[in-house]
């Protein structure tokens, strides 16, 4: 079965200082993972997604994540926070087996960024 | 601008009334998921449709919530009756099957349910 861990429930960083969310995924063959972040009362955006292309992976906002088979993990950063970047982040594994294809998200972790 | 669009967004009811929320995905998908979202549970996976047709909903309560899709433009979630407990942000969200395309999906701004 597949699963996803974000090891964090909170992170705070201050503005310009670097962000490191981390997350790591359990799943019995090649999953497809995402990045999705959440502003206050708003919907999902999709950050950015690996599906087995380069194992570092570039999305929007300057966000990167970087794929590690043997670490199953998919931890997202990015060089400088910006205050825009407070919100929710949510990490995602999907199938790709058969004909399942459900996503299944993380906890998500909630960024904050101090001035 | 392609994108998913959810009715209404706001519905506040009456605990028992009967609340039905409507989803267009964009054209083209052929997978639809409904979301519920709460401060206490996160992001619950509902049930999800592929071609129209159920794949898993093992995340509903049969007893009072139904999920349709009458046709390839719409999707439905009905609770009847609604209770308390059902107020959260009820999301819908539509993509591409694996082998078909990129596997994310795009979301909704979602619909936010209040049962008093």
């Known amino acids: 079965a597949q699963s996803v861990t974000q090891l964090d429930s909170h992170v705070s960083v201050s503005e310009g200082t670097p962000v490191l969310l981390r997350c790591n995924y359990s799943?019995?063959?090649?999953?497809?993972l995402f990045w999705y972040v959440q502003h206050p009362n708003k919907g999902l955006q999709l950050l950015l997604k690996y599906t087995s292309a380069a194992t570092l992976v570039k999305g929007i906002n300057g966000f990167e994540a970087e794929f590690k088979k043997s670490e199953t993990s998919f931890h997202l950063t990015k060089p400088s926070a910006h205050m825009s970047d407070a919100a929710e982040y949510f990490c995602v594994v999907s199938g790709q087996r058969g004909s399942q294809g459900n996503l299944i998200f993380g906890k998500g972790t909630k960024l904050s960024v101090k001035p | 601008d392609a994108r998913v669009t959810q009715t209404p967004r706001h519905k506040v009811t009456e605990m028992g009334q009967e609340v039905t929320m409507r989803c267009q995905p964009i054209l083209g998908h052929n997978t639809v998921f409904w979301y519920r979202q709460t401060m206490m549970q996160g992001l619950e996976l509902l049930a999800y449709f592929r071609n129209r047709a159920p794949l898993d909903d093992s995340g509903m309560p049969k007893d009072r919530f139904s999920a349709e899709m009458p046709d390839a433009t719409l999707a439905t979630l009905k609770i009847q009756p609604s209770e308390p407990r059902d107020s959260a942000v009820y999301f819908c969200a539509s993509g591409l099957s694996p082998g078909q395309g990129d596997t994310e999906a795009f979301f909704g701004q979602g619909t936010r349910l209040t049962v008093v």
């Open positions: 799943s019995s063959y090649s999953p497809s």
